[in-house]
C-alpha cells in the first residue's frame, strides 16, 4: 500500500521546537527526493525544505533557512523536519511530498501526505 503519513505536530510555544516525520509505506524512501511543504489560511502551499534522492543535497526557504533541518534515516523509510526556534508565522498545516527527480527545487511531486497541524502560539 502506497502511503505517506506526517506525524509530529502540535501546538508550541514561540522559539520552541518540533520534530515532524514522514513516514513511507510501501515504497521505499530512498529512490525518492522528499518535499516539505506547508499551507497557512489564505495562502498558497509554498515550498519549506526537501532533500534529493540519495540525500546529498538538502534545500531550505530563505524564511526557514537555519532554523530547520531536514533529514532522511532510510532504515526507518522516514524523512525528518526538525524545526527549532520556531514562529507565530510558522503556522501551517505541513505536508510531506515524493518526487523520483533527482533535483527536489525543481520537481513534479507525484504523491502526498495527508498534512499534520502545526500551530506556533503563546
Known amino acids: 500500500q502506497l502511503q505517506l503519513v506526517e506525524s509530529g505536530g502540535g501546538l508550541v510555544q514561540p522559539g520552541g521546537s518540533l520534530r515532524l516525520s514522514c513516514a513511507a509505506s510501501?515504497?521505499?524512501?530512498?529512490?525518492?527526493?522528499i518535499g516539505w511543504f506547508r499551507q497557512a489560511p489564505g495562502k498558497e502551499r509554498e515550498g519549506v525544505s526537501c532533500i534529493s534522492r540519495g540525500g546529498g543535497s538538502t534545500n531550505y526557504a530563505a524564511s526557514v533557512k537555519g532554523r530547520f533541518t531536514i533529514s532522511r534515516d532510510n532504515a526507518k523509510n522516514t524523512v525528518y523536519l526538525q524545526m527549532n526556534s520556531l514562529k507565530p508565522e510558522d503556522t501551517a498545516i505541513y505536508y510531506c511530498a515524493r518526487t523520483v527527480q533527482r533535483v527536489c527545487t525543481i520537481a513534479r511531486y507525484d504523491y502526498w501526505g495527508r498534512g499534520t497541524q502545526v500551530t506556533v502560539s503563546s
Open positions: 510501501g515504497f521505499t524512501l530512498d529512490a525518492y527526493g
